[in-house]
Antibody
Framework: EVQLVESGGGLVQPGRSLRLSCTAS????????MNWFRQAPGKGLEWVGL??????????EYAASVKGRFTISRDDSKSIAYLQMNSLKTEDTAVYFC??????????????WGQGTLVTVSS | DIQMTQSPSSLSASVGDRVTITCRAS??????LNWYQQKPGKAPKLLIY???SLQSGVPSRFSGSGSGTDFTLSISSLQPDDFATYYC?????????FGGGTKVEIK
């Protein structure tokens, strides 16, 4: 059974850092790109960024709103994806989800999601 | 960025009704379009990928159509478990974007 479990969320002051983890099981983690999404309280879904599999260079992409502040990495030996968040702002307050990205018919979709972890940025 | 516009933003319907939600992309996205269902306090769930392909385990009353810029999610006969918020998402661009969501409520 595919499972994704996020951890590391919590309350943090503006300007500080936090690292989220996404621990995967039930599939060959290294074969898949992983995405991070977020959802501010009462708002819609927002893509944060992704990391491709090593087969595709392990490269990363980010939304403009987090580029330069957030970094996604992966440890395939541990089946964990990370989201390092620096210089946090109050507007980063959200539930953060990690997802597995599947490729079918040449199209990309997030077929499995974690339960989410809440990050609250407040003084 | 590719903008995704969903309509309506909310609707009220009864059990057994046919429901249709539309999603329009600001530019051509071929069939690179997914639909997700989200219930309060839960993670989104993939319903439809590649515009019209049903995700494994999703009931056949859900269907998707469209290509290019205009897409539709249909629920043929609304069930109590279907009251939720639905989002479209494009994967044509690396910068994935979502529609604003459609909340389906009980009439």
């Amino acid at each position: 059974e595919v499972q994704l479990v996020e951890s590391g969320g919590g309350l943090v002051q503006p300007g500080r850092s936090l690292r989220l983890s996404c621990t995967a099981s039930g599939f060959t983690f290294g074969d898949y790109a992983m995405n991070w999404f977020r959802q501010a309280p009462g708002k819609g879904l927002e893509w944060v960024g992704l990391i491709r599999s090593k087969a595709y260079g392990g490269t990363t992409e980010y939304a403009a709103s987090v580029k330069g502040r957030f970094t996604i990495s992966r440890d395939d030996s541990k089946s964990i994806a990370y989201l390092q968040m620096n210089s946090l702002k109050t507007e980063d307050t959200a539930v953060y989800f990690c997802t597995r990205e599947e490729v079918r018919l040449g199209e990309l979709s997030s077929d499995y999601w974690g339960q989410g972890t809440l990050v609250t940025v407040s003084s | 960025d590719i903008q995704m516009t969903q309509s309506p933003s909310s609707l009220s319907a009864s059990v057994g009704d046919r429901v249709t939600i539309t999603c329009r992309a600001s530019q051509y996205i071929s069939n690179y379009l997914n639909w997700y269902q989200q219930k309060p306090g839960k993670a989104p769930k993939l319903l439809i990928y590649a515009a019209s392909s049903l995700q494994s385990g999703v009931p056949s009353r859900f269907s998707g159509s469209g290509s290019g810029t205009d897409f539709t999610l249909s629920i043929s006969s609304l069930q109590p478990d279907d009251f939720a918020t639905y989002y479209c998402q494009q994967s044509y661009s690396t910068l994935r974007t979502f529609g604003g969501g459609t909340k389906v409520e009980i009439k």
